[in-house]
Every structure is written in structure tokens, then in C-alpha cells.
């Protein structure tokens, strides 16, 4: 049974999209919304520093969570792919977050209820953040998607150019169903049936349309990723990686 | 050594926290058990979010301030479960955080269960009004909202419920 892979995903889903959101630091649309989006950072790269400390343990070769971030390769990382694709404008990276926090928010909810005590420690404590990111980015794609012509079409675009990218973190393989018949992980294809119907009431109050497109594009949850993770990765382990043990 | 442990909750009373310093770590909540195992002295803490950059000064910092009255060899650890809330902070920790000009948490936990629910209202710290707006769930830290109030104009920190 691969318990740490299970946990590095979330880790990894967390970590990667906390980098990404951090490249808005300095650079948001207003003051606020910059602020609002450095704080998503902060709380889901906190999520991933308790995820690897957890599998560094289940791991027990003495690792931290900083071997585990800033030491692995592209092919290591089990994210989804949604969450290393790059910003775009500030309207596409609300979209994508608020198609991961509708997934984050019904996950860590069932998460709460894993006989493993310290990921439903970790769930319990993440949800009550991730109830905030869910409200606030949905209230964006409402505020975007109902907005001025040029907003709801960029929101339309963003859309339809992330769609393919979303089935991925509720669509179980063999290692969810046995971390999940194992009483562990989460169900997700209850996870599925509550996403789609947050997704679709949103998307409707946003005057969005759900592409129709079906063909869904996967790979991350088992380390094949698209081109963008490597420069997300190059950035964020650079200083380890060139001063191997460098300290503040 | 003989430890008492309402000495230890007395010592921790002075230790501040990094980012509101007005209050103390036992006034936020996050000290959740003190206890004496083996004869080895325990101190257990919460983060109050995930991420709160403050939980690494908070730790050493209590470690400084035991190990200045007489306890070096503590152990501090951190527990995840129960998820601290804004309901552990004290009373008086409420009132400190008033006269420093941060609104406290209003009432109970759960102001955000509805999706979309109108934000509560929260009185000014400075002037009491309620005619108070929110400018921004998200302020200068993971634990704070931005308001502005409508009647003396200040704009002022919300300690938000969590
Ligand atoms: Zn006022």
C-alpha cells in the first residue's frame, strides 16, 4: 500500500498551486485582491508543509519536508496537472482556483473522516480555510463571468481552455479505491457528484457556459506532467539545488 | 525536579504573540496543554492557520522564555487536532485586541457556512458604530478581514472567526 504517494499528491496539488499563486505577490490587479491571492498562497503551501512532514514520517528514511519539496524531480510530483498550468490573466487564475477549491473543499471534508488520524487532523484544520478560498472564488466567477462583455469573455476563455484539466482530481485509480477500501482516502466519485453540481450552479450564476467538449487530458497524479511543471520546479528548488543546505 | 505547572501557565503569559503583540500566546489560545510526563515538562500548541508564519517564533519563543526561568529542557509540540477557533481566545485577550484597534471575532464560529451570507456586522474598535463595511475578506494577515467604518472613516483590522 503506497500511503505516501496518497499524501504527496494532495501535498503536491497544494504546494505547486501555492508557488503559482505566489507569482501574483506584488503583481495583483488591486491591492486587496493581491493580498487576497498571497493569502490563498500562504495557507495551501501551510497545508503542504503538514502533508510532507506526515509522509516524510510514513516515508521514515529521516527526510523533511524540505528534502521532499525542493529534492524531487518533475516525474516525482503527483499533482494534478490543473494546478501547474501557468496564471494567465488574473480572471484565469481565478478560474483555475476555483476549480481546485471546489475539489479541495468536498475533499477535505470526507478527509475528516479518514481512520489515519493525522490526514483527518490535517483535513480538519485545512477546511476551515479552504471554506474561505471556495466563498471568495466563487464570488469572483460570479462577479467576472456577469460582468462587462470583455470580462465575461475572458472568463468564457479561461474556461473552456481549463476544462480539460478538471476531471482528473475526481476520477479515482487503482490507488484511490485502495486507499479508499482501505478506509483512508476519500471517495471521489462522491467527491465527483458534489463538485459537478457546485461547478454547474456557479458557472450558471456566472452566465458561463460548460464546454462540451468531453475528452479529458491526465497524467499528473502518476508523475507525467505537462512542460510547465520543470519551470515551476526550476525556480522553486533552484536555491537548494545550487547551495545543497542553505539556511536564512 | 519538582515543576509546578501554574508557574509554567504564568510564564507563558508573557510570552507575546509575534504578529499582535498585545497578545499573549495563552490569550490566542493556541498553548492547548501544559503537563508533566516522566518528569520532563510538555508544552503543546496549535497553529491558528495552516500557514501562519508566526507558529516557528511562537515555539522558540516560548522555548526562550522557559528556558529563562529556570525550564531548558522543555518539549514543544504541535497538534493539528481539535482545529484551533477563534472561540479559545480569551476574554480579556478580546479586549486587549479591541484597544489595540483590531475589531475582535464576533460571536461564534461558522459566520461562513452560507455561501454569500452578508458579512456580520462588526463594530469599529475605534468609535463603536456599527455602520461598518467590508473592503476585504483577506487582510494583512491569514487571521485578519479589512473594514472600513462609514461614521469616523477609520479603516480598521477584523480578527475574524475561524
Ligand atoms: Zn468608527
Given amino acids: 500500500m503506497n500511503l505516501k504517494k496518497y499524501i504527496l499528491r494532495q501535498a503536491d496539488n497544494t504546494l505547486i498551486l501555492g508557488q503559482r499563486l505566489a507569482e501574483w505577490c506584488g503583481h495583483g490587479p488591486v491591492l486587496e485582491q493581491d493580498i487576497a491571492i498571497t493569502n ?59 476549480f481546485f477549491d471546489a475539489f479541495n473543499y468536498y475533499f477535505y471534508i470526507e478527509l475528516q473522516k479518514s481512520k489515519d488520524q493525522q490526514l483527518a487532523a490535517i483535513a480538519e484544520k485545512s477546511i476551515k480555510e479552504v471554506t474561505y478560498h471556495l466563498r471568495y472564488t466563487s464570488e469572483w466567477m460570479i462577479r467576472l463571468g456577469d460582468g462587462t462583455a470583455e470580462s465575461h469573455e475572458k ?34 466519485q462522491k467527491i465527483k457528484a458534489s463538485w459537478d453540481a457546485k461547478v454547474k450552479d456557479i458557472l450558471a450564476q456566472a452566465t458561463l457556459e460548460i464546454p462540451e467538449n468531453s475528452w479529458m487530458q491526465t497524467g499528473g497524479k502518476n508523475g507525467k506532467h505537462t512542460e510547465h511543471l520543470g519551470f515551476v520546479l526550476a525556480e522553486m528548488q533552484h536555491l537548494q539545488r545550487t547551495h545543497p543546505g542553505a539556511t536564512w | 525536579m519538582n515543576i509546578s505547572i501554574p508557574e509554567i501557565w504564568q510564564i507563558l503569559e508573557t510570552v507575546s504573540d509575534p504578529e499582535v503583540p498585545v497578545l499573549t500566546v495563552v490569550d490566542l489560545g493556541v498553548v492547548r496543554k501544559v503537563e508533566v510526563q516522566d518528569g520532563k515538562l510538555r508544552v503543546v500548541i496549535t497553529p491558528t492557520y495552516s500557514g501562519c508564519p508566526a507558529m516557528n517564533v511562537i515555539e522558540m519563543n516560548i522555548r526562550i522564555a522557559l528556558a529563562a526561568e529556570g525550564y531548558p529542557d522543555a518539549e514543544i509540540s504541535t497538534v493539528l ?30 459566520d461562513k457556512g452560507a455561501l454569500f451570507a452578508e458579512p456580520k456586522k462588526v463594530p469599529c474598535p475605534l468609535c463603536d458604530s456599527l455602520d461598518t463595511e467590508m473592503i476585504s475578506q483577506f487582510g494583512s494577515t491569514a487571521c485578519k478581514s479589512h473594514y472600513k467604518c462609514n461614521v469616523c472613516l477609520e479603516p480598521f483590522d477584523y480578527f475574524k472567526c475561524h
Fill in chain 1, 40 to 98: 490563498f498562497a500562504l495557507d495551501l503551501i501551510g497545508q503542504a508543509r503538514s502533508l510532507y512532514q506526515y509522509a516524510a514520517e510514513v516515508e521514515g528514511e529521516g527526510k523533511t519536508e524540505d528534502d521532499l519539496a525542493y529534492l524531487r524531480e518533475a516525474i516525482d510530483f503527483y499533482n494534478v496537472l490543473l494546478v501547474e498550468l501557468p496564471n494567465g490573466n488574473f480572471g484565469k487564475t481565478i478560474a483555475r482556483q476555483f
Fill in chain 1, 155 to 188: 472568463m468564457q476563455t479561461a474556461v473552456n481552455d481549463l476544462w480539460a484539466y478538471t476531471s482528473e482530481m475526481c476520477t479515482p485509480d487503482a490507488l484511490d479505491q485502495e486507499m479508499q477500501e482501505a478506509g483512508i482516502g476519500v471517495d471521489l
Fill in chain 2, 81 to 110: 487536532s481539535p482545529a484551533w477557533t477563534t472561540d479559545w481566545m480569551s476574554e480579556a485577550g478580546k479586549q486587549k485586541l479591541k484597544a489595540y484597534g483590531i475589531a475582535p471575532p464576533v460571536g461564534a464560529v461558522v
